[in-house]
């Protein structure tokens, strides 16, 4: 469930959301409760320390639009309660993975033109 949850997040604040503040910001990893009524989101910040204060607050801003798209994308009978916690060191392997997408995402609406 962590895994489906963190691969949601990822693509609503990476691809979904048009806040600005959320430019930088990639979810490295997600840790759900195991009664499944907290997620503890462990996110990668870049920029400097206001960027960084902007983005948690823009995170904690969206919130609850965020539980509610995973509500209507994930089939679950809880949906957790998102906690954001900024992750200094992120892993190195997630972090690529993320960026391939990321990179893949914005290539293929121009792979699909005649």
Do not use: C, W
């Amino acid at each position: 469930m962590s895994t489906a949850v963190r691969e949601e997040l990822s693509e609503i604040i990476g691809f979904e959301l048009s806040d600005p503040r959320l430019a930088t910001v990639d979810v490295t990893d997600v840790t759900v409760s195991p009664d499944s009524r907290h997620a503890m989101v462990k996110v990668s910040l870049g920029g400097g320390d206001q960027e960084q204060r902007q983005a948690m607050a823009a995170l904690e801003h969206a919130r609850n639009y965020l539980r509610h798209e995973l509500a209507s994308r994930l089939n679950l009978r809880k949906i957790p309660e998102l906690h954001f916690e900024p992750d200094h060191y992120p892993d190195a392997a997630a972090r690529v993975e993320i960026l391939l997408k990321r990179a893949k995402k914005k290539r293929a609406p121009t792979e699909n033109r005649p």
